[in-house]
């Protein structure tokens, strides 16, 4: 009898010491968003936003915006993995008369809930459009190309940030200046070198490489993203 009470008290002892370790080593820290591009979601449009986090292995099940009136996410599915990064894409439908300001994204997986990353409806979005590839020698340390850009605040400046991916097997993320040729006080051709950063091996000298760009105004409001293949050439 006073061996069974001993076995007792010493498995509830145990239980009491292992108790708050478990639930310590079982609670999971939120996965943080570390890339939302672009950032903003125009008015009465659709726009697909591209949401990296750390993980390849992780799944989004779904995505949520709050506050939410006016805003619907009509898509989820994951796009092309970056080291140890993973890429989705968040499509998302804002009515015409959706209110202006800061909104919070969340995705949702089976291990929990991202921490919130913020992205805004804002009061005007620069437009970019006629992506073209001037130059895109393999020997050569850029890639040259131009694109027609507006902007009805007028306040793209004379050297938008030219933000870029490009995707030869893994996918490489980087910024540049734009220079900008002004038809007038809104529109404007942007030229600007983008740093050829294929990795080493991953292609061929001469080949095929996937190009992602936007482009921010002298506000920091991001533009769209244009794509296009990039042909290298000896």
């Known amino acids: 009898m006073f061996a069974g009470r001993w076995l007792m008290v010493a498995g509830f002892t145990c239980l009491v010491c ?10 999971q820290q939120p ?26 292995d992780l799944i ?7 506050p939410s009136a006016g805003v619907t996410v009509s898509g989820v599915k994951r796009a092309v993995d970056s080291q140890n990064v993973a890429w989705w894409e968040v499509t998302v439908d804002v009515a015409k008369d959706a209110a202006l300001g800061n909104r919070s994204l969340v995705l949702v997986m089976p291990m929990g809930r991202t921490r919130p990353a913020r992205i805004t409806i804002p009061s005007h979005v620069p437009s970019i459009s006629d992506l ?8 050569q340390p850029t890639i040259e190309l131009q694109f027609a850009a507006a902007d009805e605040s007028g306040d793209l400046g004379d050297l938008p940030y030219v933000w870029f991916t490009i995707g030869c097997g893994e996918s490489v993320e980087g910024v540049v200046k734009g220079k900008v040729t002004a038809r007038d006080a809104r529109t404007g051709v942007v030229h ?24 921010t105004d002298a506000g920091g409001i991001e533009s769209n993203t244009l794509k296009t293949t990039v042909e290298f050439r000896n």
């Open 192 to 215: 600007a070198s983008v740093p050829n950063k294929r990795t080493p091996g991953s292609a061929p000298a001469t080949g095929k490489c996937d190009l992602r760009l936007r482009a």
């Open 18 to 27: 292992l108790g708050p370790g478990a639930h310590v080593s079982e609670a």
């Open 31 to 56: 996965v943080a968003i570390e890339t939302v591009f672009p950032a903003q979601l125009p008015r009465g449009q659709s726009t697909v936003l591209n949401v990296a986090f750390p993980g390849r």
């Open 60 to 66: 989004v099940q779904a995505a949520e915006i709050s």
């Open 132 to 139: 073209r590839i001037l130059s895109a020698q393999s020997n």
